[in-house]
């Protein structure tokens, strides 16, 4: 598969061999094949040190927009995040937070709060939201985690997937000790132990993720170390396989411009999200290994701030999303995207290539109803249908086709893609009677 850089860059070239274009369009097939094969409803997940807003809350504004404009990695799924977890938050500003998130949200679509503590130790508060749509909290089992002589808790929550309450997920959010030196390596260690015990007492099915900001300097530091040992709540760390490398930094975006912000450039892989081996053996509940990144970073700002010269992780046209991250804090947010077996309508599109047959298919709709297959050339936008009692994410857009869902509710639609639309872009989208899906984004290759 090409990576995000490459497919940003080489979209812009006009010009190209089609040769060349249909090589890149196979690895992504393959790619794409694999999702496939653990296809279910998508989840994305954001974890996201806010730093007490003590950054620009305009920009931190611009950065929730942005963060629900990104296409995912091989699925091209568009989609508003699902759960956020925030680390240094203040308890009187949740309120705020939340104001924020569902501003940002598709119409219809709110965030809660989930069960917070103050734990006093300094740095702000663990914080998770969540889309109504998407999850239900379930307030006793949460748990505050500390190793009891440390500043700072971990926070344990356990959500259960809207559509399906058996589908169940346990996060543990968490900001360890900051500062190098081995006093504070061996109390991020103490503190990583006592997530890992806890962990290890969950059921051994159980679905966790690790996240948070973890402060730790090195792969050979005990703190991230610990997360490997063998039990039951043993982690993975399936794209960057315990690498620091350059595209896995999260710290600091900053472009020094705000002295109460930490500066420097980024060089640090400080944020992590992490799961445990249910959620990467390949059925039901699964992360998508090829999602997992860190916003906005595009391997090629080491030592520099997010926003110095062209960031290539973001279009020509959306540089302003690089320089909102570098203003809201001094920290990057790690999104992931997980495939859930949940019954939701879902749209897949394969990757395009001109010239060549595409199918665009659409599941979980009602038996024997027409779906439409609409797409734009013109990005998101909000287009109210009210034939259809539905909102599209699209601007501008226009039908592509019609389709009747089979006694399966799938419905399928197969065209050859247009020749000019070569060098391009399509956001896509299925709708039926009161019920959209995600819009996918794909490049015409």
């Known amino acids: 598969m090409t990576d995000r850089l490459g497919r940003r860059e080489f979209r812009t070239l006009r010009v190209r061999r089609v040769l060349a274009a249909l090589v890149v369009a196979l690895g992504c097939v393959g790619a794409w094949r694999r999702a496939e094969a653990q296809s279910g409803a998508p989840v ?7 730093a007490e807003l003590v950054g620009s809350t305009i920009d931190l504004r611009k950065v929730f927009q942005a963060l629900g404009e990104d296409p995912a990695p091989v699925t091209g799924v568009i989609r508003a995040p699902d759960i956020y977890i925030f680390q240094e938050v203040d308890a009187g500003t949740t309120g705020l937070i939340q104001s924020w998130l569902d501003a940002s949200a598709p119409l219809g679509v ?21 889309r109504d749509d998407s999850f239900v909290e379930e307030p006793a089992a949460h748990r505050d985690i500390t190793n009891h002589t ?16 058996s589908v169940t997920l346990y996060i543990y959010g968490s900001h360890f000790k900051a500062e ?18 806890d962990a290890d007492t969950l059921p051994a099915a159980a679905h966790i993720i ?10 050979s530091e005990a703190a991230f170390l610990r997360f ?13 396989l315990g690498s620091f490398a350059a595209l896995a930094h999260t710290q600091s975006p ?18 992590f999200q992490l799961c445990s081996e249910e959620l990467s053996d390949g059925a039901g509940f699964e992360m998508i290994a090829e999602s997992y990144r860190s916003f906005g970073n595009d391997g090629l700002h080491y030592n520099l701030s997010i926003n110095a010269g062209v960031n290539h992780y973001f279009r020509p046209d959306e540089q302003w999303k690089a320089d909102a991250l570098a203003l809201a804090s001094d920290h990057l947010p790690v999104v992931v995207d997980y495939f859930t077996p949940a019954p939701r309508f879902l749209l897949e599109v394969p990757p395009l290539v001109a010239g060549l047959f595409a199918t665009l298919r659409a599941s979980h709709a009602q038996p024997g109803e027409s779906v439409h297959f609409i797409y734009s050339q013109r990005g998101l936008g909000q287009t109210p249908v009210p034939q259809l009692g539905v909102t599209l994410g699209l601007r501008s857009p226009a039908l592509a086709g019609s389709a009747r869902a089979d006694a399966q509710g799938s419905a399928t639609l197969r065209g050859r893609v247009p020749v000019e639309l070569l060098g391009g872009e399509l956001w896509i989208q299925a709708a039926r009677q009161g019920a959209v899906t995600d819009v996918v984004w794909r490049p015409v290759d």
């Open 110 to 130: 709110q965030y809660r709060l989930a069960t917070f503590t103050v734990n006093g130790g300094g740095a702000g508060e663990n914080a998770l939201f969540y």
């Open 228 to 240: 490997f040992d063998a039990g039951s709540g043993r982690a993975v760390d399936p794209r960057f």
């Open 150 to 165: 440390g500043p700072r808790a971990t926070d344990r929550w356990k959500l259960h997937c809207a559509e399906d309450a």
């Open 44 to 50: 994305r997940i954001v974890t996201y040190n806010i």
């Open 180 to 197: 190098e030196g081995f006093q504070f390596e061996s109390q991020r260690a103490s503190e990583a132990d006592a997530v890992r015990r």
């Open 210 to 219: 690790y996240a948070g900001d973890w402060n730790v300097y090195a792969p």
């Open 254 to 271: 900053h472009d020094g411009s705000n002295p109460d912000l930490v500066g420097g450039g980024m060089d640090d892989r400080f944020d």
